[in-house]
């Protein structure tokens, strides 16, 4: 098996980064995000690549490195949460080791506040507003891809990461020994 052991994706606030981070640390694999791997590899801030090459030219970007990410990274890879909407990224994940990562939208409210470095959220007065829509837009895809889910509005990253591992069980335990020391 080449590729990530585990793939994270879900909306803005469920906690990709911080349940990734813990996941990995438990798994004992490298974590990697998909996001700053496109920082990275672009060499700005995600917000400056919305500003000069808008949503589009961010999008095939994401696609490009996310093509990367599924042959180079063999541990946790956290992806955006519009990563999965490129068509040919969806085709790449599809079958893979998906797994969605729900939040409701209080905890969503208390977790990405005004939406600031969210170039999604940006521009209306209530980035809720927006972030529902993109709920709604996306959360087809995701359960489309999606092989477990788990929500991750209870308890800590930590909690969530033990509930992935016991949830993901056998899938995780035939990973190769280089992977799974």
């Not at 998909?34 to 589009?56: H, N, Q, S």
């Not at 541990?75 to 599809?94: I, N, T």
């Not at 788990?150 to 308890?155: A, E, H, I, Q």
């Amino acid at each position: 098996m080449s590729g990530p052991a585990v793939i994270l994706l879900g909306p803005m606030g469920a906690g990709k980064t911080s349940v990734g981070r813990e996941l990995a640390a438990r798994l004992d694999v490298p974590f990697d995000d998909l996001d700053a791997m496109i920082v990275a590899e672009a060499g700005r801030p995600i917000p400056a690549i919305f500003e000069t090459e808008g949503e589009k030219g961010f999008r095939e970007l994401e696609a490009a490195v996310l093509e990367q990410a599924l042959v180079s990274c063999g541990g946790v890879l956290s992806l955006g949460g519009g990563a999965p909407l490129h068509p040919v990224s969806r085709e790449r994940l599809r079958g893979g080791p998906v797994v969605l990562l729900e939040i409701d939208e209080r905890t969503a409210t208390s977790r990405i506040g005004r939406g600031h470095g969210r170039p999604m959220l940006a521009g209306g007065t209530d980035p809720m507003v927006r972030w529902r829509e993109l709920a709604r837009e996306r959360g087809p895809v995701y359960r489309e891809l999606a092989r477990w889910s788990v929500d991750t509005g209870r308890g800590s990253a930590a909690s969530v990461a033990r509930a992935i591992t016991d949830m993901m069980g056998r899938d995780l335990l035939s990973l190769p020994e280089e992977e799974n020391p």
